[in-house]
C-alpha cells in the first residue's frame, strides 16, 4: 500500500475511533445510556476504571485519536513515530481495559470491543507506515 493510501485509511479510521469514544464521552456526561447489546457497558462505564486522573478514559480516546490523525497529516519521520508511538500506547491500553473488563469487572462493553478493534487497526496502520522502505533509509 502507498503511504498515501496508509495515511488516508490511518486518518479515517482515526477519526472513526474518535467518533466513537466521542459518543461514549457524550452518554457519560448527558448521563444517558449507552446502546449497548451486551448489558454490560453501563457496568463498565460506571466501575472505577472508567476514570483516569479524573477524567474519563473515554476523553483520552477522543484526543489520542485525534492526535493520530494530525499527526497522520504529515510526512515526517518525527510525525510517523509520533503516529505509530502513541497509537502502540492506545492499543496497549485498550488491551489492558479489555482484560480489566472481562477479569476485573466482569462485564463487557460493546463500545469498548469496537475501541479495541479500531485501536489495534490504527496501531497496526501506523507501524505499517512507519516501517515502508522509504521510511527506513537513513539521510545521506
Keep these: 500500500m ?19 469514544a466521542a459518543y461514549v464521552l457524550a452518554s457519560r456526561w448527558a448521563d444517558t445510556g449507552l446502546i449497548c447489546s451486551t448489558g454490560g457497558c453501563e457496568t463498565v462505564q460506571n466501575s472505577e476504571y ?14 489520542g485519536y485525534v492526535l493520530i490523525a494530525a499527526l497522520a497529516v504529515f510526512d515526517s519521520a518525527r510525525a510517523r513515530i509520533g503516529a505509530a508511538a502513541v497509537a502502540l500506547g492506545a492499543a496497549a ?7 480489566v473488563q472481562l477479569a476485573v469487572i466482569d462485564a463487557v462493553c460493546d463500545w469498548c470491543i469496537v475501541n479495541d478493534v479500531i485501536s489495534s487497526l490504527v496501531a497496526l496502520l501506523a507501524v505499517a507506515r512507519l516501517l ?3 521510511n527506513l533509509r537513513v539521510p545521506a
Design 2 to 20: 502507498t503511504d498515501r493510501g496508509l495515511r488516508g485509511a490511518l486518518i479515517a479510521f482515526s477519526l472513526t475511533g474518535a467518533g466513537v
Design 50 to 63: 472508567a476514570e483516569l486522573l479524573g477524567l474519563p478514559v473515554a476523553a483520552f480516546g477522543v484526543a
Design 93 to 99: 491500553f485498550s488491551g489492558y481495559l479489555l482484560v
Design 132 to 134: 515502508q522502505p522509504d
